[in-house]
Every structure is written in C-alpha cells, then in structure tokens.
C-alpha cells in the first residue's frame, strides 16, 4: 500500500482508512464523469479498477478494524456498528473531544 501524506507517524488503520477515502473520492468523481461520457472506455476501466481496489481494502478493513458502514456491521452477536470510532474521531489518541472555535454570532 502505499503511504499518502503521512510523515512516518500514522498507523496501519489510518492509512488505510486514508487510502478508503481517496478511492471513494476518485470513484464518485468517475462517477459523474461517466454520467456525460457513458461510453468512454479508459473512464470505464478507471472505475472497475478503482472500484476492485476500494472493495478489497474495504473488506480487509473491515475484518481487521470495524465496519465502515452499517450494512457491514452485522453479525447477529452485536451490532459493532455504534462501538467503533464516528468519522470525525479518527486521528485523536482518546477518541474524541474537538474543540472548536466560537461561532461567528459573537457567542464565547
């Protein structure tokens, strides 16, 4: 796999969930491209080639971390779904808090 924007210090999980990213990001744009240019076979092959990637990783992430998705969430012991860290959780060593600044509405 390789590494993206990382300065050594990311773990397995992270990077992989990156990579996850990148692939939806780069399908979905497929994705619309197709919807103007249905016939075009390099985009075709672009997405059946991205698409095989992303479902791979998917499914190796999936097995070694939590689902990525409710639907993948289900065996019939526990819903692991609500036990794994929400998108905006990932990165912080303690699971969460973000703090954020004050809204513009001059409340402090």
């Not at 939590?66 to 060593?93: K, N, Q």
Request: glycine share 10%; charged share 30%.
């Amino acid at each position: 796999m390789r590494r993206h924007y990382s300065n050594g210090n990311v773990s397995r999980q992270e990077e992989m969930m990156l990579r996850l990213q990148e692939l939806s990001f780069a399908m979905k744009e497929t994705e619309l491209f197709l919807d103007g240019h249905p016939a075009n076979r390099r985009a075709l092959a672009y997405y059946a080639e991205t698409k095989g990637e992303y479902d791979l990783l998917k499914e190796e992430y999936e097995r070694t971390y939590a689902p990525i998705t409710p639907g993948a969430s289900g065996d019939d012991a526990e819903w692991r779904w609500v036990r794994t860290p929400w998108p905006w959780e990932y990165g912080f060593p303690d699971g969460g808090d973000i703090s954020f600044a004050p809204s513009c509405g001059g409340e402090e």
